[in-house]
């Protein structure tokens, strides 16, 4: 059973619970500084303007891309699927 709930939220408090994140990253040789755009829940992100999708997003900050949150978690390549074997504690 789902239950909708009526929040009255502030612009902070929505801001505080969006998921996107978008953090300085560097400044270019150029003196362009770049951002870095994230969901702090791990999950992929999709490009307002194109659609494209995601694990992160490194723009020019002028640009100021705009991004939503997408339902698929990002694989860690490093990690397999699927872990069932225990590891013995030491």
Do not use: C, W
């Amino acid at each position: 059973m789902q239950t909708a709930l009526n929040l009255s939220l502030n612009s902070q408090q929505k801001k505080e619970l969006n998921m996107i994140k978008t953090e300085p990253y560097m400044t270019r040789s150029d003196g362009v500084v770049l951002v870095r755009t994230y969901s702090d829940i791990h999950h992929t992100i999709i490009s307002d303007e194109t659609g494209y999708e995601y694990d992160e997003a490194i723009d020019p900050e002028f640009k100021h891309r705009t991004y939503h949150e997408s339902e698929n978690e990002i694989v860690d390549p490093e990690l397999p699927e699927d872990i069932t074997e225990e590891v013995p504690a030491e």
